[in-house]
């Protein structure tokens, strides 16, 4: 489906404005860790347990979303995820304690990966191949600008009102996001796909069984997880490395990085989709970023902003063209496209939450050093996976076509 001129541009718009409030009930809650232990009497564990159930919901439901989208459609389903998280997110703010408090952010979990592929595949959908890069990295940036204001927002509405009115801010303007794509986002065609669950799965199969997305998501698992140590390990890094740092300080370090990434979204869409290999662009500032990341337990002040800009740019551009490769694979083509997506972001989140965990144990056990180097060291080493996602054609060479 291709919506028209001034249509298309509306409708991804309002999908990016939708974007930036569902990162937003990604990151206010981190922003709320000392206020949710003293509110409950909890310690750090039950705030990771919390934080955790999140994830979990994201991660299972990824699979799910892609066919819900298949037989339901991408606007559908995306809309259905907004309520669905927004009202889990409003639903939080009422938590008697923190066990319900995880219960309901698993919830919203479910209702973030409910809307991360379909509503990229509608993204998608308005463009011809050959210009969905920047339009996907423009998108994607929106991310970023959610999660930024998320900490910022959820900390001086947490401080001021209350952890209460930060968690409902958020499910607030997520279920006003659904009443205003209801009204914006242009009616999609039916899926071509048929409603019995047993046809579904068998139009799916080439995605489950496709070697390249499987490598694609595998050797690009190491630096999703690094970009997340980065962005929710610094602040606890820097009260130990860096003490006299004011808290102020060491939580405006990774929010850099966060407003980077909206600037490198965008450039890595242009770069994706003019460039003869995309897996080189993936290798190559991945790997930049891992060497950096290893190096962050010697980097001084006045080193560590530029590094962490870095860092957001290289994230953005990395996973702009993650996100637009699978549009060229022949095999995840049409309505296959927005089930492709959810395995990818499933695989990440189950494998990268491991390696994340793995992250804090070590800066338990064996201090920040070993665990910086260790992000380093693997999400280079599992870049070479790369080499078997194959070449994806350059844009100018395809054919333009749309998705269902």
């Known amino acids: 489906m291709s919506a028209p001129g001034s249509g298309r541009h509306s409708a991804v718009g309002t999908l990016f404005l939708a974007r930036t409030v569902y990162a937003f009930n990604w990151y206010n809650i981190g922003a709320l860790a000392t206020l949710l232990e003293s509110g409950f009497g909890i310690g750090s564990a039950e705030f990771g347990i919390v934080l955790g159930m999140f994830l979990l919901g994201a991660g299972i439901f990824q699979v799910p979303a892609g066919m819900a989208a298949m037989r339901w459609g991408n606007r559908t389903t995306s809309i259905a995820a907004m309520v669905v998280m927004g009202g889990f997110a409003l639903a939080s703010a009422a938590s008697p304690n923190w066990i319900v408090l995880a219960a309901l952010r698993f919830g919203a979990g479910a209702g973030a ?12 959908s308005y463009f011809p191949q050959g210009s969905r890069g920047p339009i996907i990295g423009l998108y994607n940036s929106g991310f970023s600008l959610g999660s930024g204001i998320g900490v910022i927002l959820g900390a001086f509405v947490g401080e001021r009102f209350g952890w209460p009115w930060a968690l409902a801010v958020g499910g607030i303007g997520l279920l006003a996001s659904a009443v205003f794509a209801w009204g914006v986002l242009p009616p999609t065609r039916p899926t071509r796909v048929a409603r019995r669950t047993d046809a579904a799965w068998r139009s799916v199969a080439p995605v489950l069984r496709s070697r390249r997305l499987w490598a694609l998501a595998l050797g690009t698992t190491g630096i999703w997880a690094a970009f997340y140590e980065a962005a929710q390990y610094f602040v606890a890094y820097a009260r130990v490395a860096h003490p006299a740092w004011p808290l102020t300080v060491a939580a405006a370090v990774p929010t850099a990085m966060i407003f980077a990434e909206i600037v490198g979204g965008p450039v890595g869409g242009w770069l994706g989709e003019r460039h003869p290999d995309r897996r080189r662009i993936l290798a190559a500032w991945g790997c930049a970023a891992g060497v950096l990341l290893a190096l962050i337990p010697w980097l001084g ?15 953005g551009v990395v996973f702009a063209v993650l996100y637009l490769i699978p549009s060229y694979l022949p095999e995840v083509q049409g309505e296959r ?5 959810a395995t990818l972001n499933s695989i990440q989140i189950f494998l990268g939450s491991g390696i994340a965990i793995a992250f804090g144990f070590l800066a338990a056990l064996e201090g920040f050093r070993v665990a910086w180097v260790f992000a380093g060291v693997t999400a280079v080493l599992m870049l070479p996976t790369l080499a078997l996602v194959g070449r994806t054609p350059a844009a100018g060479r395809d054919r333009p076509r749309t998705l269902a």
Not at 337 to 341: G, I, N, S
């Open 301 to 315: 002040f006045v080193e560590v902003w530029p590094v962490f800009v870095f860092l957001g740019f290289a994230d």
């Open 113 to 124: 990966a409910l809307f991360f592929a379909p509503a990229l595949g509608l993204v998608a």
């Open 337 to 341: 496209f927005v089930f492709a997506l």
